[in-house]
């Protein structure tokens, strides 16, 4: 590292650890370092990175330049992290990530650069291509002898697993992960997946909200963390809890996190639970429509998009809605649309058309980004739409075919 600083190589350590195991507290370690040392191109490109990953584009430019800006002498695996993390920042993320690739050959064990590729939100995870999740286990997979046991990579490498339905190699991975490193709370995210992907709700359940104890709001997964509390507290019928949970730490009135889990996971576990039979106000949607106006005016990421005209529509904003269908961009630009016109069709109670545009959407749904359970929001929505369709025979079997450990009581009911 281009330093002479130990005190700035400690805090910057200190910082990029914080930062993979979205705990608390990492944009104070990476400030120490730049205090220590101005000059140190490594936590100004973290701290760039850690910003734009919880939304806060105005830090990350100002991060970014202020490492663009150093004249010392740079390392090839500084200045490859350099211009990665500025075509990132410059929403060039095609170009970003077949640098990354280059740069991984050379120097895989340039974690911030990994970081950027590995995941369900990531460069890979929200690529829009087909296979993006065995891409993601393949990469995982590649970079694995180079990390050894590294926690941080056992946790990915474990996420990736479970994706693609390896549910022991998973189990192991995570293992090891958090037994490396307890208060990971990727770590603990990633463990929540597996159980909810095993239909393991009381363990789930248990595990997450015994963990989430110790883990501060201000923790970049918090939210999140809170939006898998809230769906277990909703399949074992406790609404009261599932409400508590929401209003304290999903709601944006209530929440902290970055823009885009605070708007997707409210919209989300709003609908997931109007599917399970839950009446929710149109004060509720009306809170996700205004989040998603301020922090996503303009449509063009995918993954946002399809939330974002969830709420749209059954809020009744016919105009905001049609344009997310009219504006979707982007390389899953069509099940955009498929979605957002689908879901308009819900709310209008049109369930001969909305099955059509769902059907369309369910072949490749992984193309928008996000995980199989946020995705299950797709598929419930195609499952409740076949109810009300009267198709209930099939409905039961497009169930036990998708998600064969999911009770239909748990998701989605007729009224």
């Known amino acids: 590292m281009s330093t002479a600083s130990e005190a ?16 608390p507290a990492v ?63 410059a929403g060039k993320s095609n170009a970003g990530y077949q640098a990354a690739r280059v740069q991984l050959q050379n120097y895989p064990r340039d974690v911030l650069v ?29 970079l694995e002898p180079h990390y050894g ?5 056992q946790g990915l490498l474990g996420f990736a697993q479970v994706e693609v339905g390896q549910f022991d190699r998973a189990e192991k991975s995570i293992s090891k992960s958090l037994q490396a490193n307890p208060r990971n709370a990727h770590g603990a995210h990633f463990q929540s997946h597996l159980y909810y992907e095993t ?18 709001k201000e923790g970049q997964m918090h939210c999140h963390i809170a939006w ?28 902290w996190g970055p823009p885009l889990n605070v708007m997707v996971d409210l919209a989300a576990v709003l ?14 949607w009306q809170v996700v429509c205004d989040y998603a106006a301020e922090k996503f005016p303009k449509p063009g990421f995918g993954f946002v998009d399809v939330h974002a005209a969830l709420a749209y529509a059954m809020a009744g904003q016919s105009e905001a809605l049609e344009r997310i269908i009219r504006d979707a961009r982007g390389p899953a630009a069509e099940l955009v649309r498929y979605l957002a016109e689908a879901f308009g069709a819900i709310a209008s109670r049109n369930w001969s058309r909305a099955n059509d545009l769902l059907t369309k959407a369910l072949w490749d749904h992984a193309r928008i ?33 998708h998600r064969p450990r999911t009770a239909m009581e748990n998701a989605v009911v007729v009224t």
């Open 27 to 89: 944009e104070e370690a990476l400030s120490l370092a730049i205090r220590e040392d101005e000059g140190f191109v490594l936590a100004h490109l973290a701290l760039a990175r850690y910003c734009q990953v919880i939304g806060n584009r105005a830090g990350a430019k100002s991060s970014l330049l202020n490492a663009q800006k150093i004249r010392r002498s740079l390392t090839e695996r500084e200045r490859g992290q350099l211009e990665i993390i500025s075509l990132l920042i």
């Open 8 to 23: 700035a190589r400690d805090a910057y350590v200190l910082g990029l650890d914080r930062f993979l195991g979205a705990e």
């Open 228 to 255: 898998h509390i809230a769906l277990w507290a909703l399949a074992r019928g406790d609404i009261e809890e599932m409400w508590r949970v929401v209003d304290r730490d999903i709601d944006p009135r209530g929440a």
């Open 149 to 153: 046991d590294d926690w941080w990579l």
């Open 369 to 401: 980004g996000g995980s199989r359970a946020q995705r299950d929001l797709i598929e419930y929505a195609s499952v409740a739409v076949l109810m009300r369709l009267g198709r209930h025979d099939e409905a039961r079997r497009q169930l036990v075919m």
């Open 199 to 216: 239909g393991q709700t009381e363990a789930g359940y248990s595990f997450i909200t015994e963990w989430q104890r110790g883990y501060a």
């Open 271 to 284: 609908y997931r639970a109007e599917m399970a039979g839950v009446t929710i106000s149109p004060a509720r």
């Open 114 to 142: 990994a970081q950027a590729c590995l995941g369900v939100l990531s460069l890979i995870g929200l690529s829009g291509e087909p296979g993006r999740e065995a891409d993601n286990l393949a990469l995982a997979e590649i």
